[in-house]
């Protein structure tokens, strides 16, 4: 292999595993015949800038060490450059870390040598981002995303999960602790959202999401028949209902039929405006971000990621 890569390497991911295992991970690429420069990210939302200079010094071909949160950040930094048109970077992924939801759907093992030969196959497909502005301190901010972005209930439980940050345990099980203890003290709110095909759903909400990708919360299904490259959004818009009735739903998440509920709200758009009537925030891939009013928006098949999957 001629191209030279840049690894992008998280050194906390996974509890401090992908620094432990760097010299290892470099041995099997080299062996592999990859060409390897590396960069051990810094302080948090930092690596969105190194990469921008990175693939504005000449970069095109990514590899990222990491999770979700860490993928997340080099796909805006692909996205904010202006060396490359974003479809010409190639990206390419080895899963380390507490939440990997993302790698679920496009076909991604979270098996470190598994994860290089799917590279060296040289398979892409051609994914789509997505956008949303949101409001800090009187003024808008726009970040990408690569899997699901939404508020309510679900931005509470990330937010409280990333403060305790439980290495000790899997995102999965902190993120279904802190489910459990939110939903008791979740109060429903007035919310109204606007889609570009003329869908209006207005009243008090439970939870709203957009995904591109099907998973998030360690392995639920909100969006199981999601595809990453159609240039549409999966949107689920859950309306109040008795926390019994909450509490029966929980199994329907990870099975993919939450749609079947008669509170829940499921269709597909490009663009979409969320407004409610009290102060919410954003959350983007397991990151919180700022307040609402916001809107989404999708980019089609603007990013070209080594993968099995095909759509």
Not at 42 to 56: D, G, L
Not at 249 to 254: A, H, I, P, T, V
Request: some cysteine.
């Amino acid at each position: 292999m001629n191209t030279e890569w840049m690894a992008i390497i998280n050194p906390s991911s996974g509890g401090g595993i992908s620094e432990q295992k760097w010299t290892e991970i470099q041995h099997q690429l080299s062996e592999q015949g990859f060409q390897i420069q590396y960069y051990f990210t810094e302080k948090h939302f930092s690596t969105i800038e190194k990469v921008k200079n990175i693939i504005e010094s000449g970069f095109d071909h990514l590899l990222v060490l990491g999770g979700d949160g860490t993928v997340n950040e080099v796909v805006n930094g692909i996205m904010l450059q202006k060396r490359y048109p974003s479809k010409a970077i190639h990206l390419g992924i080895i899963p380390i870390g507490t939440g990997n939801d993302w790698i679920r759907t496009i076909g991604i093992p979270n098996d470190i040598a598994a994860a290089i030969q799917i590279i060296k196959a040289g398979k892409v497909i051609h994914h789509d981002v997505g956008w949303a502005t949101f409001q800090t301190h009187s003024q808008e901010e726009k970040r990408f995303f690569i899997n699901t972005a939404g508020t309510g209930l679900d931005s509470i439980v990330v937010e409280k999960t990333n403060q305790q940050k439980l290495r000790s345990q899997s995102s999965a099980i902190a993120y279904m602790m802190n489910l459990l203890k939110a939903f008791l003290r979740y109060r429903p709110m007035d919310v109204q959202i606007e889609a570009d095909n003329g869908i209006k759903i207005s009243g008090k909400m439970i939870d709203f999401a957009v995904g591109i990708g099907r998973y998030n919360g360690g392995g639920m299904l909100p969006f199981p028949q999601a595809n990453p490259c159609d240039g549409l959004f999966d949107v689920i818009f859950i309306r109040n209902m008795s926390k019994l009735k909450m509490l029966f739903c929980f199994s329907k998440l990870f099975k993919g039929t939450l749609s079947k509920v008669r509170e829940v709200h499921c269709f597909q758009t490009k663009k979409i405006a969320f407004h409610s009537s009290e102060s919410v925030f954003l959350e983007t891939d397991g990151e919180t971000l700022g307040y609402d009013p916001f809107t989404f928006g999708i980019c089609s098949q603007v990013l070209t990621i080594f993968s099995p999957a095909s759509f």
